[in-house]
């Protein structure tokens, strides 16, 4: 199902790339014989379904072809590559920090439920959705590398982990706020059962009550949420990599629109990255229901 997925969004943003007005050169400095040309180089004068087909079987052979526009028509995917390696890297360290984060004050909350530590907690965690992340990131900019020079003001790829680590914090900040709400909610639902309430008879308390009996089996609604943030946090930010100068896939699509000539070839490229990795994520969640929680295995299995 996912590859028959893959395939069909593939299609559908094919299409619907070709069918939009203009032409992915910039016109302004083309005569029209220049644009006919170079619509028989790419392909365009063919008809729809044989450029589709000649796409599929440059797209298994491992190419995403060259660009109409961008980088003088070089080779969409070494560029692609390196810019996702930088967006990657900086969403894997905004992953690991905002879900670490966000489950330590999930379950500070709701093992202190109506508290004034879970007031605490809340509060930081509502703030989380309100803020807007560009503000977060000016402020980040303004204090630690302007007011206390500390950390670089813009990214440097020779120094990745040291001058990443302003943008990561920058991205975590949602996936802290959300995973903390949906964290404290569940834990408070599960510690309110009657299994978790057994256990507490027995003297089982505190932390070590959430490891064995609770944090498993609330798990299940905060990985769900986690899915699309993830896909979010790997495939870039377009305002924090403008805002911070990383080369990431989130720049290259605004480059890729915002140019002389939209490069559709580019766009088409990043938008089935987007997907592949939206969907592979969603396959993974659909793998660790079953790890989380061995019901799920023997429902599957019964039915």
Same mark, same amino acid.
């Given at each position: ?17 070709? +069918? ?7 016109? $302004?400095?083309?005569?029209? $014989? ?6 028989? $180089?790419?392909? &365009?004068?063919?008809?729809?379904? %044989? ?7 440059? /797209?298994?052979? #491992?190419?995403?072809? @060259?660009?109409?526009?961008?980088? @003088? #028509? ?28 966000? &489950?330590?004050?999930?379950? +500070?909350?709701? &093992?202190?439920? #109506? ?76 510690? @309110?059962?009657?299994?978790?309430? &057994? ?11 959430? *490891? ?28 924090? %990599? ?29 938008? +089935?990255?987007?997907?592949? /990795?939206?969907? #592979? ?5 659909? +793998? ?8 799920? *295995?023997?429902?599957?299995? %019964?039915?």
């Amino acid at each position: 199902m996912s590859v028959l997925t893959l395939f069909v969004i593939i299609f559908v943003l094919f299409v619907l790339i070709r +069918i939009m007005p203009g032409d992915p050169f910039p016109v $302004e400095r083309m005569t029209a $014989e220049m644009i006919a040309q170079k619509r028989i $180089e790419l392909g &365009l004068d063919k008809p729809l379904l %044989e450029q589709f087909i000649n796409y599929m079987s440059m /797209l298994l052979s #491992g190419s995403f072809g @060259n660009g109409t526009s961008l980088y @003088n #028509g070089a080779p969409i995917k070494p560029i692609l590559l390196a810019c996702l390696e930088n967006s990657f890297k900086i969403g894997v360290l905004a992953i690991a920090f905002g879900t670490t984060v966000g &489950l330590t004050i999930g379950i +500070i909350a709701a &093992l202190n439920r #109506g508290t004034i530590i879970d007031g605490v907690c809340t509060i930081v965690s509502i703030l989380g959705v309100c803020i807007p992340s560009y503000v977060f990131m000016i402020f980040l900019q303004y204090f630690f590398a302007y007011q206390i020079p500390f950390f670089p003001y813009f990214f440097d790829p020779s120094r990745f982990l040291f001058s990443s680590i302003m943008p990561s914090m920058s991205l975590s900040l949602l996936t802290i706020s959300t995973v903390a709400r949906f964290t404290r909610n569940e834990l408070i639902e599960v510690m @309110n059962s009657d299994y978790v309430k &057994l256990a507490e008879s027995k003297g089982i308390y505190g932390f070590e009550l959430i *490891r064995r009996h609770v944090l498993r089996n609330a798990l299940i609604p905060v990985v769900t949420v986690i899915a699309p943030l993830v896909v979010d946090l790997l495939t870039g930010a377009m305002v924090m %990599e403008k805002i911070y100068g990383v080369n990431g896939v989130g720049k290259l699509m605004v480059d890729a629109i915002a140019g002389e000539g939209i490069d559709y070839n580019y766009v088409l490229a990043l938008s +089935i990255v987007f997907s592949s /990795l939206y969907i #592979g994520i969603m396959l993974v969640l659909d +793998i660790l229901y079953g790890i989380i929680d061995p019901r799920i *295995r023997l429902a599957s299995k %019964e039915g």
